[in-house]
């Protein structure tokens, strides 16, 4: 097939579609009987809240492209406006499977278990007396109606906040007859709240917040009567642009943009499924907003309410198992981590493997007299870390401390401008990264004197440094005094810091540099070893796989005989199972208790493998636009602890996998009867937990 052949738009999946293909997977689980019913309720809440993330961010996108007169196609040669409309069908669907499986599904079981939703209709005298007491000392006081006529015009809502549009009948103490209020909910007023034990009917008895309002919203307006109350929320474009090439202070700049992310465009109307059509209709003017962008929802509008359940509910059999993280024996009891990791590297994999080790290795350098500078890129973390606790002792203790943070860290950029600040209040040299470029790579520098000179110790990662996120993300972590990694990892921050070029890596990839063209390179060695039948083949493993001309490259490889395994969690745009083109391709994404995050690439490579983690997803952001890195595990036995654990365990999965179609649709992976389950997040929390 020649170049232009692999073009053609058929041979690529939307993004956004693929996107919203994740969702419908993680919504799945929630129906999953053999999951614990709380945690079935918390993938419906993940669902939801993925979706905001979705039209906060890719929608918005889409939305201003249109206006801006965009016509641009990506490889799948649809238009924005296209995209939009085909989204708009997607999502209906998508929001009506999740009312349906919290209703028919996940309230009658919770019910079932002593968990109730209590509704109006339901409350006995002394559940109503208790709310009306609740809603005249808690919420009557900070509730403010506005009464919507030419003098108060339609009021500039919060992005998601909780809204109600009120109809009212009667005339106001001015004589002005009712029309329509709006009452909006403040943030810091809790959405679901637990009936006492001496007045609930059953275990554990909840009210929302809607509902209390809802029950008496008529004491907000005297004198007057309510002929309709509903419940809305509005989505707002939450994506922060500011011009770097402009801008002489990055950091004063988002600070100034922060604010306006709770009052962006709107994009998206949730609404009361019992609401009329004509308050609909008014409140869709008043946005700007297409029928298509109206979701009604038959339930409490923003699903996410009901994510403090699980945490509320004192019920263990009702949630996946607790489980420690392990630490490996040889580092177990080590009081000197220096000297373990002068012996091995060490290969930890989270969250199977605790956190914990990276955590006292940093602490050891913040306290070793021997230890001379710390140099570690922040992206996710926390302001009130141990990272970040550790950092300011060793800068306070007069070491030279110098941290790369990232500033825009989608929805983290406030915690990150808190964070630089605390550093640089401690005495750390604090930068912002490359402008144009975002810094998305995992490193930490330790440099130590010692009798035979100075040394690099580094611990390289695929996940932040963030010890909460290494419970519920599968990612990689490896600590090594390898010199010639810990030369590369000092170039890339004096690249990061300064100007001018850094001399050529020597066992690093980087981005936006060298890991695109050395994935390619990898691709088209492995067509050459299946042409001279050596030993050939791919596996590789990360969140998303967008960009177009490596699934060329993957279509070439596939076409010339070379087997393909991909386990994607999201987002794939490759299409496998085209006949004369990609049979040799399977696609396969994982949906477990653990958020599948780490990037491995394996090569065969005639017989002799190639091992690769990653911070960078094959993406044209990650690969052109991103500061990112990709490392060998270079001691085989690491190597051959990756390729079981994250390739090889994730193949025979067959409890958890979904197969891409060629349609761009996901299936379950069925089982056969004689063979034996297998769960590959079970497995390895057996065999390391």
């Not at 919203?20 to 079935?40: I, K, T």
């Not at 490896?478 to 100007?499: A, H, K, M």
């Not at 497995?683 to 390391?688: G, H, P, R, V």
Request: proline share 4%.
């Amino acid at each position: 097939m020649n170049e232009t052949e692999f073009d053609r738009p058929e041979l690529f999946i939307n993004r956004e579609l693929s996107l919203l293909q994740f969702n419908r997977r993680v919504l799945a689980q929630a129906q999953r009987s053999s999951y614990p019913l709380l945690e079935r309720l918390r993938y419906l809440c993940i669902s939801s809240s993925n979706l905001d993330e979705f039209f906060e961010i890719r929608v918005a996108g889409l939305i201003q492209q249109v206006e801006y007169g965009s016509t641009q196609r990506g490889p799948d040669n649809l238009t924005p406006q296209e995209q939009l409309a085909q989204i708009s069908v997607e999502v209906q669907e998508l929001v009506d499977e999740q009312y349906r499986v919290l209703n028919e599904q996940l309230i009658p079981e919770l019910r079932a278990e002593g968990i109730y939703f209590l509704r109006r209709h339901e409350w006995d005298d002394n559940q109503k007396n208790w709310v009306h007491d609740y809603f005249v000392r808690e919420l009557s006081p900070v509730l403010n109606p506005i009464g919507l006529d030419p003098a108060h015009p339609f009021p500039r809502l919060l992005n998601k906040i909780l809204n109600f549009v009120v109809t009212l009948e009667g005339q106001d103490a001015f004589g002005r007859p009712g029309r329509m209020a709006v009452v909006h909910a403040p943030r810091a007023l809790p959405r679901l709240i637990r009936f006492p034990k001496d007045i609930a009917s059953h275990e554990w008895d909840f009210v929302f917040l809607s509902s209390i309002i809802h029950a008496h919203v008529d004491e907000l307006f005297q004198g007057m009567t309510v002929s309709g109350c509903h419940q809305f929320r509005v989505t707002r474009n939450s994506d922060l642009w500011v011009d770097e090439e402009e801008i002489t202070d990055l950091r004063h700049a988002l600070e100034g943009e922060l604010p306006g992310r709770r009052f962006g465009d709107e994009v998206r109307l949730e609404i009361d499924s019992a609401c009329p059509e004509y308050e609909r209709d008014f409140l869709r003017s008043q946005f700007g907003l297409a029928k298509s962008a109206v979701y009604s929802c038959e339930g409490p509008v923003n699903l996410m309410r009901l994510n403090q359940v699980p945490d509320l509910v004192d019920k263990r059999d009702l949630k996946f198992r607790e489980f420690t993280p392990s630490i490996p024996k040889h580092i177990r009891k080590a009081n000197d981590l220096f000297t373990v990791i002068r012996k091995n590297d060490i290969l930890l994999h989270h969250p199977y493997e605790s956190f914990t080790p990276v955590l006292d290795f940093l602490r050891q350098a913040a306290n070793d007299a021997d230890v001379i500078a710390i140099r570690q890129t922040l992206y996710r973390t926390g302001v009130n870390s141990a990272v970040v606790q550790a950092l300011t002792n060793a800068a306070a203790s007069g070491k030279e401390v110098l941290v790369v943070i990232e500033l825009r860290a989608r929805f983290d950029e406030a915690d990150n401008i808190e964070l630089a600040t605390k550093l640089q209040a401690a005495g750390a040299q604090v930068v912002y990264g490359v402008v144009g470029y975002k810094t998305h790579a995992k490193m930490l520098l330790v440099m130590r004197r010692e009798r035979d000179g100075l040394r690099r110790y580094v611990h390289i990662a695929t996940g932040n440094y963030h010890a909460d996120t290494a419970r519920i993300y599968t990612d990689y972590g490896l600590i090594t005094c390898n010199p010639e990694i810990g030369e590369d990892v000092q170039q890339l921050f004096r690249q990061i810091v300064s100007t001018g070029h850094s001399d050529k890596l020597k066992k690093l990839l980087q981005s936006p540099f060298t890991l695109y063209d050395a994935m390619v390179a990898h691709i088209r060695q492995e067509i050459a070893h299946k042409e001279a039948g050596r030993p050939s083949g791919i596996i590789a493993k990360m969140n998303s796989l967008v960009e177009k001309n490596i699934i060329k490259e993957l279509y070439r490889a596939a076409q010339a005989g070379v087997e393909i395994k991909l386990i994607v969690r999201g987002v794939c745009a490759l299409r496998p199972q085209i006949p004369g083109i990609s049979e040799n391709i399977e696609v396969r994404s994982i949906v477990g208790r653990f958020l599948e995050h780490s990037r491995v690439f394996h090569f065969a490579n005639g017989g002799n493998p190639q091992t690769y983690l990653s911070s960078a997803d094959w993406m044209a952001r990650n690969f052109f636009a991103r500061v990112e890195t990709g490392f060998p595990i270079l001691e085989s036995d690491l190597a051959e602890r990756v390729y079981n654990e994250s390739l090889q365990l994730y193949l025979q999965d067959n409890t958890q996998a979904w197969i891409l179609q060629a349609d761009g649709t996901y299936l379950p992976l069925e089982e056969e009867a004689e063979t034996e389950q297998l769960c590959a997040q079970s497995e390895l929390l057996t065999q390391l937990a």
